[in-house]
């Protein structure tokens, strides 16, 4: 309840493959004495764990006897010792769609199995397993597109909220982009909060290709069957309202 008092746990995770590690933090109302449901939050693209509202969401949810699970994908960019500058940019530029959704596997594992401190999470044991557990997993912009790929493939998922959550992923590259990387190899965004120039490997865009199907964010919204709460703004200038209704309607 509001006004608990409320622990804060940090993890790292080895990356499933390898090469980087999955920073985190659990959060948890001191005194749980059984297993907690539990919220994974997914951070967005040129995002991190401990950025703008996301830690107090965490407290929020613990406050409300949640367990909330905030984490950084290995390939972010950002590192356990600058956790809100990025400093790893090479790890930026090499990163993809799969790579990230292979990260949130890990983590939602890690819960499931015991591997995160803290008091024991209500996660079902396997991933196809729709009658136990209570798991919700949040996501926000890209990360959301993320986290929508992971419910539609696992049945432990028992509900979802998104947060300006794009509706595709290949979608959003642009003619200009593409013809960087295969020209290139690599094309280049700048971050507006940093004013970093960064850039975005070709794996990225051969990941996506590759990965065509699996990636589909608004073929997976097709098959969500758990409680969804989409959340969008109308005048977002980043992700356009019109990818939520996309997300709806699917």
Not at 148 to 174: D, N, P, Q, Y
Request: aromatic residues 10%; negative net charge; contains cysteine.
């Amino acid at each position: 309840m509001p006004g608990a008092s409320i622990r804060e746990e940090p993890f790292t995770l080895d990356s499933p493959h390898g090469g980087g590690v999955i920073d985190g933090d659990v959060r948890f109302p001191e005194g749980a004495d059984e297993p907690l449901p539990t919220v994974v939050f997914c951070h967005g693209f040129k995002g991190f764990k401990d950025w703008g509202p996301f830690p107090a969401w965490g407290r929020f949810l613990a406050e409300a006897s949640f367990a909330s699970v905030l984490f950084n994908f290995s390939y972010n960019g950002v590192s356990a010792e600058a956790p809100t500058e990025f400093t790893e940019l090479e790890k930026f530029a090499q990163n993809t769609f799969t790579r990230e959704l292979d990260d949130l596997a890990a983590v939602i594992g890690a819960a499931a199995s015991g591997d995160l401190p803290g008091p024991a999470l209500d996660v079902a044991a396997k991933k196809a397993d729709k009658k136990r557990g209570r798991l919700g997993l949040m996501g926000h912009s890209r990360g959301g597109g993320t986290a929508i790929l992971h419910a539609a493939r696992s049945e432990r998922v028992r509900a979802l909220a998104t947060w300006s959550s794009v509706s595709g992923f290949i979608e959003r590259f642009s003619p200009e982009q593409v013809a960087d990387w295969e020209k290139n190899g690599y094309t280049e965004v700048v971050n507006s909060r940093t004013g970093q120039t960064m850039r975005l490997g070709r794996v990225l865009y051969d990941d996506a290709q590759a990965h065509r199907e699996q990636l589909d964010v608004t073929g997976a919204a097709e098959r969500i069957e758990t409680p969804w709460l989409i959340v969008h703004a109308a005048d977002d200038e980043a992700v356009p309202f019109e990818e939520a209704q996309a997300l709806n309607e699917a």
